[in-house]
């Protein structure tokens, strides 16, 4: 049997940052924060809270579970460089875990392809495709990639559920291009739970997977503007 261990896991991809504790699989707090401030702001604030909730104190964690990408790039610099300070300074270890793994976790176990999709912008999602194994938990069948809906629905002839903040934000389109063969969550699943990251986290950090301070960087898929324009520079003009 393995020893208790207390779980600090953490979102900040999207819009929404989520913050929680677990002693193994047992949640013990969380908090979602769906504001309009930046991650930088309310992050800290956030882990010292549910920390005076538990009536636990920073030298409590054991392991950091955080999200790595896609999604936000500023998020998830905010993410990846808190968990980094955490982990170094507490000699901990941290696991990385895919924000779109953290999303399809929210689907209820049905015998159905599950569709993360979260908001790119620029018109486009990031997205996976996830089935349910015999232990109703979600499988990535898929790489994951950044697409434009329509792209993403041209080849898609099956019943699908779709959910996170994209299929929120691409809803209608989803309707009125699959019809009935569209389903969706209900409104709160389409927030990642920094649960589900804490979960996903424990069963990695028990298959070896885990990061030290220096190994831990983002996975953004798509490239950043900076970067994109970088390499036009280095490229040159097309002919």
């Known amino acids: 049997m393995n ?3 207390v779980i600090l896991a953490f979102d900040t991809s999207t819009k929404t940052a989520s913050v929680a504790l677990l002693q193994n699989e047992v949640l013990i707090v969380e908090q979602i924060i769906n504001t309009r401030k930046n991650h930088g702001e309310t992050l800290l604030s956030a882990i010292e809270s ?22 936000s790039f500023t998020g998830l610099r905010v993410g990846a460089g ?32 599950i569709c993360p999709m ?33 792209l993403l629905l041209a080849d898609i002839d099956e019943d699908i559920l779709y959910l996170g903040d994209g299929a929120l934000a691409y809803g209608n389109l989803i309707r009125s291009k699959m019809h009935n063969k569209a389903h969706f969550v209900p409104a709160p699943l389409n927030y990642i739970r920094a ?43 097309s002919t």
């Open 3 to 5: 020893r208790d261990m």
């Open 50 to 71: 549910i920390l005076a909730v538990a009536g636990m104190q920073i030298d409590d964690i054991e392991l950091v579970a955080v999200t790595i990408g896609p999604g």
């Open 82 to 113: 808190t968990a980094k300070g955490l982990a170094f300074s507490k000699g901990i270890p941290i696991v990385g875990v895919s924000t779109l793994d953290a999303m399809a976790a929210n689907a209820p176990s049905k015998k159905i392809t």
């Open 118 to 150: 979260l908001d790119a912008r620029k018109n486009e999602v990031y997205t996976a495709f996830y089935r349910m194994n015999r232990t109703g938990f979600p499988v990535r069948i898929t790489d994951e990639r950044v697409i434009s809906p329509e």
């Open 195 to 237: 649960s589900s990251v804490g979960l996903i986290g424990l069963k990695k950090f028990h298959d070896g997977d885990t990061l030290n301070s220096l190994m831990l960087t983002p996975r953004y898929v798509r490239l950043s503007e900076a970067e994109t324009k970088g390499r036009a520079i280095k490229e040159g003009p």
